[in-house]
């Protein structure tokens, strides 16, 4: 069981153009979490969903959209990449959202935007 | 607001001196305290959740405690593969969510030279 994986593992990125950022768990989890790591400010939440075919937006939404169609897949998309997005993003999964449901958390990619 | 903090920001032990990180939160209403451990390169790993003042969780040389103001994370007897940084995050009642929601703290490093 690979748990979470995401793709790439890093890349770098022109300023303007479009990316996705894959995130593929087979947990069967219901819900998925995107965030984003920045030094000295921690892990914040970008987007959620806490089912398939649900999502919403968590606290650092602005210049990002999130898709999910299916169970396994959360993918996470930079419309139009600006460098205040350089950072390392993490998807986390848990089985439900629950007080007792813990998070997850994929290896990570390592965005820089020029 | 609701916060969380962590310190202190960096620790350097020597291996076999015990020591403790704290995490520190001001809340609305804690419904859940994690402790994750984050290697260089690679997403957060959970260790431990604690729910209620008093609870007490260990595992190997770690042993996480909670009161109603913080938690702490004691190590004890730490070697040099106990080097990494070790996150705090508290689980919430979110403004965007009928859910909740986890806020994180910015982390401790601790580095247990040989």
């Known amino acids: 069981i690979a748990g979470i994986t995401q793709a790439p593992t890093s890349q770098i990125l022109a300023a303007g153009r479009r990316m996705t950022l894959r995130c593929t768990q087979d947990m069967r989890h219901n819900a998925m979490y995107w965030y984003r790591q920045d030094l000295g400010l921690g892990l914040r939440l970008i987007h959620y969903s806490n089912t398939a075919g649900t999502t919403g937006k968590g606290e650092v939404p602005d210049g990002y959209s999130v898709s999910r169609a299916n169970t396994d897949d959360f993918p996470l998309t930079l419309a139009s990449a600006v460098p205040s997005q350089t950072s390392v993003y993490f998807c986390a999964s848990s089985a439900g959202t629950s007080d007792a449901d813990t998070q997850y958390f994929g290896p990570g990619t390592r965005l820089t935007v020029l | 607001e609701d916060q969380v903090t962590q310190s202190p920001e960096a620790l350097r032990l020597q291996e076999g001196e015990s020591s403790s990180l704290n995490c520190s939160y001001t809340?609305?209403?804690?419904?859940?305290l994690f402790w994750y451990r984050q290697d260089p390169g690679k997403g957060p790993e959970f260790l431990f959740t604690l729910y209620s003042a008093g609870e007490e969780k260990e595992k190997e040389r770690l042993k996480a405690t909670l009161t109603k103001k913080e938690s702490f994370l004691h190590i004890t007897a730490p070697k040099p593969e106990d080097s990494a940084t070790y996150l705090c995050a508290v689980r919430v009642a979110a403004e965007y969510s009928s859910a909740s929601k986890i806020i994180f703290g910015s982390g401790t490093r601790l580095s247990i030279r040989p």
């Open positions: 809340v609305s209403g804690l419904r859940g």
